[in-house]
């Protein structure tokens, strides 16, 4: 997606460092964390929302992805997040899964 800022980030037009990549995301952190440790799980595949995906496949992978970077960087203890929709306060319209460790800040 042309104008998405993930789709961006992912195709390392800012030099984004990733701590994570697989076949299917990319991991790296957020740019404003509300914890300690807060790192964003992006599908390589630009889905909007958990409202757009219907591969159970990708939501699978994605959790996967949570577990091998959790415990590739020794996070024992972490929340997941997953905004979807505007009201419940989804910024990026490229779906991702929040990992939130360590004293959070909301
Ligand atoms: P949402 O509110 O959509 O669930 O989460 C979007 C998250 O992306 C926010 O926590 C925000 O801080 C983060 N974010 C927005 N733009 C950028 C960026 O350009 N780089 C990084 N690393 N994080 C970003
Ligand atoms: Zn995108």
Redesign the pocket.
């Known amino acids: 997606m042309a104008d998405c800022?993930?789709c961006?980030?992912i195709n390392g037009d800012?030099g984004?460092e990733f701590v994570h990549e697989n076949e299917y995301a990319v991991v790296?952190?957020?740019?404003?964390?509300?914890a300690d440790i807060?790192l964003?799980v992006v599908p390589k595949l630009h889905v909007e929302s958990l409202n757009e995906l219907n591969d159970e496949n990708l939501l699978g992978k994605l959790m996967m992805t949570v577990k091998e970077v959790t415990q590739k960087l020794g996070i024992k203890s972490y929340k997941t997040?997953?905004?979807t929709g505007k009201e419940?306060?989804?910024?990026?319209?490229?779906l991702?899964i929040?990992i939130l460790s360590g004293k959070m800040k909301f």
């Open positions: 800022i993930f961006k980030i800012f984004t790296f952190k957020d740019i404003n964390p509300k807060h964003l997040l997953i905004n419940a306060g989804q910024e990026v319209f490229h991702h929040h």
